[in-house]
């Protein structure tokens, strides 16, 4: 098995949403299928806490993602690691393009400095929200770092269930991939439930 710091260094993942449970339930695999973290989204929070575990044991746990504010419109999510308590970044929602327009996130580092953002296609953003049906269109997304493209986060389109990938194209190897992984989790957890 990979060591604990090498598999938020890799290239492809893939995040998958199981289906008829009560709960929201993910897993966080790799591209070629092995499962490397589990998180189940807890119901009725004033403050998302989302943690992310080694497996369904829920006894490892190796990163969180958790709400700054109670009932924050604009949805800062600082992604810490568990085992150092460092922040890795912060996740904000850009509130009113993504209601109206389309869906765009900010990323802060561990200094609270804005360094880049996932966007989503105007024109997709759009025909998702206001095209009858739109809300079957999967998401693709592109995350800029220093305004320049790196990854792309794409939704497999799928009737019952999520899964998204990320394909990390150009991304430097001093930026963890736990602060994208935790991009994934919030459109799929977050994002996806106001639609």
């Given amino acids: 098995m990979a060591t604990l710091t090498s598999l938020w260094f890799q290239n492809s993942y893939r995040i998958r949403?199981?289906?008829?449970?009560?709960?929201?339930?993910?897993?966080?695999?790799?591209?070629?299928?092995?499962?490397?973290?589990?998180?189940?989204?807890k119901m009725f929070r004033l403050k998302e806490d989302i943690r992310i575990y080694t497996d369904e044991s829920m006894s490892n746990e190796l990163f969180?993602?958790?709400?700054?504010?109670?009932?924050?419109?604009?949805?800062?999510?600082?992604?810490?690691?568990?085992?150092?308590?460092?922040?890795l970044g912060t996740i904000k929602r850009r509130a009113l393009s993504s209601a109206f327009v389309r869906d765009e996130w900010e990323v802060y580092d561990a200094n609270n400095q804005?360094?880049?953002?996932?966007?989503?296609s105007t024109r997709r953003g759009?025909?998702?929200?206001?095209?009858?049906?739109?809300?079957?269109?999967?998401?693709?997304?592109?995350?800029?770092?220093h305004g320049q493209?790196?990854?792309?986060?794409?939704?497999?389109?799928?009737?019952?269930?999520?899964?998204?990938?990320?394909?990390?194209?150009?991304?430097?190897?001093?930026?963890?991939?736990r602060v994208l992984l935790a991009c994934m989790l919030l459109m799929g957890m977050i994002e996806r439930s106001r639609k």
């Fill in 126 to 145: 759009l025909a998702r929200k206001y095209i009858p049906g739109g809300k079957l269109i999967p998401e693709k997304m592109t995350f800029s770092l």
């Fill in 149 to 177: 493209p790196i990854a792309k986060i794409n939704q497999k389109f799928k009737i019952i269930g999520d899964i998204w990938e990320l394909k990390c194209t150009n991304v430097p190897q001093y930026f963890d991939r």
């Fill in 64 to 87: 969180r993602i958790k709400q700054k504010q109670i009932l924050d419109l604009w949805g800062s999510f600082a992604v810490t690691d568990t085992q150092s308590g460092q922040v």
């Fill in 17 to 41: 949403k199981k289906v008829l449970t009560i709960w929201n339930k993910y897993w966080i695999e790799d591209k070629r299928g092995n499962k490397l973290g589990f998180s189940k989204q």
């Fill in 114 to 120: 804005l360094v880049g953002g996932l966007y989503e």
